[in-house]
């Protein structure tokens, strides 16, 4: 458990030990969730990266790529088609 103090301008300072927990580095973002008046901090950067994550699950296979190589193997020819032209 960790304290902050609020300034008079309503600002905390997140205590370096959440900061390393959370992999927030200065200009980073915040993500303030409450859930049953309970009060999360969470690294906004991660949260959308989860959502994109969540949005492409499954767009791979129905794609008919059974392997990342092969999605890989697909990307490279797409870039070498580009050149050529």
Same mark, same amino acid.
């Given at each position: 458990? $960790?304290i902050? @103090? +609020?300034?008079?301008?309503?600002q905390?300072?997140i205590?370096?030990?959440?900061r390393n927990?959370?992999h927030?580095?200065?200009?980073? @973002?915040?993500l303030?969730?409450e859930?049953?008046g309970?009060?999360y +901090? $969470?690294n906004a950067?991660?949260?959308?990266?989860?959502?994109v994550e $969540?949005?492409?699950r499954g767009?791979?296979?129905?794609?008919?790529f059974?392997?990342?190589?092969?999605?890989?193997?697909?990307?490279k020819e +797409?870039r070498?088609?580009l050149r050529? @032209?």
């Amino acid at each position: 458990m $960790e304290i902050a @103090k +609020i300034s008079s301008k309503g600002q905390i300072t997140i205590p370096v030990s959440v900061r390393n927990r959370l992999h927030l580095n200065t200009g980073d @973002k915040v993500l303030i969730l409450e859930e049953n008046g309970r009060f999360y +901090i $969470e690294n906004a950067a991660n949260v959308a990266f989860q959502h994109v994550e $969540e949005g492409f699950r499954g767009a791979a296979a129905e794609a008919g790529f059974n392997s990342e190589d092969e999605m890989q193997d697909y990307m490279k020819e +797409i870039r070498e088609e580009l050149r050529r @032209k």
